[in-house]
Structures are given as structure tokens and as C-alpha cells.
């Protein structure tokens, strides 16, 4: 683990938190919810998980980022908070 | 002082980051925010298990020296712990399948009542009762 | 409802940052989750499964029933989506 590299991603992985959850437009919400998980994946592949980085990039910011995209293009991109 | 914040700032990052996924599960009203406050909530429950496999001064869960017919010997210091990897293997995709439910409910609801807003669904409910 | 779900986090996050205040600092290599039983996953891992890759061999090897039990979420989560989002006949 190198300390400054860890701490710059954690910073960035909050920023993108707290940027998705108050978004008003839904669908950049959900583009911002798959910057945080490749953000992740950095995170996970800096501290030497390497494994589970490649799932995160492949399951978890592709197809989560695919199925949330459908639903919002189904349902309706407005939302009031 | 120094070391004692040092070693624990990240912990305390990984519970900024799921105190943030749940007050968006308990505040915000939008269905898919609510899903998303979620998802940010179980990601911050595996960062803190992958955290606790780091070492200091160790190298990837792969074997190194594998075929030198025992030259040198494997020490279980040298490696990272392969334990909670695996556990969070399996934590992922899990959540990939719990997202595919609520979506799939989210969906449903939505083609009965036609939005996505908590109150308004619950205004709905009682008007044809 | 915004100030008593605010008020619910904060309380929360106290009680958690109190928990960490015990626990080994992070990326010490002698934390008992370091200790217990993944010794042996790293060091007798080549001579019982042949894998080079020790995450791949506990995953399948030593803990396959974990990955069946993973396989039969996933295959429920399917079939509700299935179920849940079929076309249903008018009646």
C-alpha cells in the first residue's frame, strides 16, 4: 500500500459519493455511481487485490452501469431530490 | 499521535462512505437514489473486508517460485491474505444480483403507478382505498 | 424526517469510529485475520491444488461449496427477475 496514492483515491472515491447521491438528473447520477465503481477498482487493485478488481471493473461498473441504464430509460429521468 | 491517525484514517473514510450510502437509503424519496444509496452502502462494507487483507511489505496472492522443486521456501509473511479476497468475490456478485431484483420491482411499480416518487406512490395507494 | 434520519446517521457513525478505536492498525501483518487459517492456504496451496494463483485455488478448491451456494443466488435472482417482469395475460 502506498499512503498518498491511497489516500487521493479515497478522497476521489467520496467525492463521487456524495456527487451521486445529489445529483437531481437521474442518469448522471447512475454515470457517476460508474465512475465510483472504477474508482474502486483502482482502490482494490492498489491494495493488492488484484482479483477482485477484475470482477469489480467487469460485474460491478459494467453491468451494474448497463441494468441501472436500462431502468432509467424505461422509467423516467426526473427526479425531485 | 502521527501513526495512531495513520493507522486509522482509512477506517474512518469507510465509515464516511457508508454513513453516506444510508442516509441516502433513509432520506431521499426517489426510488433509484434510494438503490444507488444501496449500492454505495454494501461497496463500503467490502472495501473495509479488503482492508483487512493488506500487509505491509507483501506481494500479490500468486505464487512465485512455484517450480524450483522446493529451493525456496513460501512464507505466508510475504504474501497478502487470500482469505477475505475470495469471500469478497462472492460479496460482488451477490450485489449484482440484488441490484437486478430492485430494478426489476423498481420497473414493475412504475408501470402500475407511474412515478417514482415515495410520496406520491403513497398519495396513489390511499386515494383508491 | 430529514433531521431524524440525519441525527440517526450521526449516532451511527459514532458508535462505529468508537469500535475502530480497538482495531490493529491497517496493513499490520499480524492481525489475527492474518493468523488463523490463511498460513496454511498460502503455503501448502501449490503442493495440494497445483494453482499458482492462491485466490483461484480457495475458490474453487478449498471452498467450492461457497462458489455452489454464490451459483445458486445468482440463478434464483434470474428466475425472480423472470418471474417479476413477464408479460401477464389480460384477463
Known amino acids: ?9 479515497l478522497i476521489f472515491v467520496l467525492i463521487c459519493a ?5 445529483v437531481k438528473d437521474l442518469l448522471s447520477s447512475v454515470i457517476i455511481l460508474g465512475a465510483y465503481s472504477f474508482l474502486l477498482c483502482l482502490l482494490w487493485a492498489e491494495m493488492g487485490a488484484v482479483d477482485v478488481a477484475f470482477t469489480e471493473a ?24 | 499521535m502521527f501513526d495512531f491517525i495513520v493507522g486509522k484514517y482509512n477506517y474512518w473514510i469507510y465509515i464516511i462512505l457508508m454513513m453516506i450510502g444510508f442516509y441516502a437509503m433513509m432520506s431521499k424519496r426517489n426510488l433509484i437514489k434510494k438503490i444507488i444509496g444501496m449500492n454505495i452502502f454494501q461497496t463500503a462494507i467490502i472495501i473495509f473486508f479488503i482492508s483487512i487483507a493488506a500487509k505491509r511489505g507483501a506481494t500479490l496472492p500468486i505464487l512465485e517460485h512455484a517450480h524450483d522443486g522446493g529451493e525456496h521456501a513460501i512464507e505466508a509473511i510475504s504474501y497478502i491474505n487470500p482469505l477475505p479476497h475470495v469471500l469478497m468475490l462472492t460479496a460482488i456478485v451477490v450485489m449484482v444480483a440484488t441490484l437486478g431484483v430492485a430494478l426489476a420491482i423498481v420497473l414493475l411499480i412504475y408501470k402500475k403507478h407511474g412515478t417514482l416518487e415515495e410520496d406520491e406512490i403513497l ?3 390511499e386515494f383508491q382505498e | 424526517m430529514r433531521i431524524l434520519s440525519l441525527i440517526i446517521v ?3 457513525a459514532a458508535v462505529l469510529i468508537y469500535g475502530t478505536l480497538d482495531m490493529p492498525d491497517c496493513a499490520n501483518p499480524d492481525t489475527p485475520a492474518s493468523q488463523h487459517v490463511s498460513p496454511r492456504y498460502v503455503t501448502r496451496a501449490m503442493e495440494e491444488t497445483a494453482t499458482h494463483n492462491i485466490v483461484t485455488s480457495v475458490l474453487g478448491d478449498y471452498r467450492g461449496y461457497d462458489t455452489l451456494g454464490e451459483t445458486t443466488v445468482i440463478f434464483s435472482a434470474g428466475m425472480a427477475c423472470i418471474l417479476i417482469l413477464r408479460k401477464r ?3
Open chain 1, 18 to 22: 456524495v456527487a451521486a447521491i445529489t
Open chain 1, 58 to 81: 467487469s460485474v460491478g461498473a459494467g453491468i451494474g452501469t448497463i441494468l441501472l441504464i436500462v431502468a432509467v430509460s424505461k422509467t423516467t429521468r426526473r427526479s425531485k431530490d
Open chain 2, 123 to 125: 398519495k396513489k395507494i
Open chain 1, 1 to 9: 500500500m502506498i499512503l498518498l496514492f491511497d489516500f487521493a483515491i
Open chain 3, 89 to 91: 395475460r389480460r384477463q
Open chain 3, 10 to 12: 450521526i449516532l451511527t
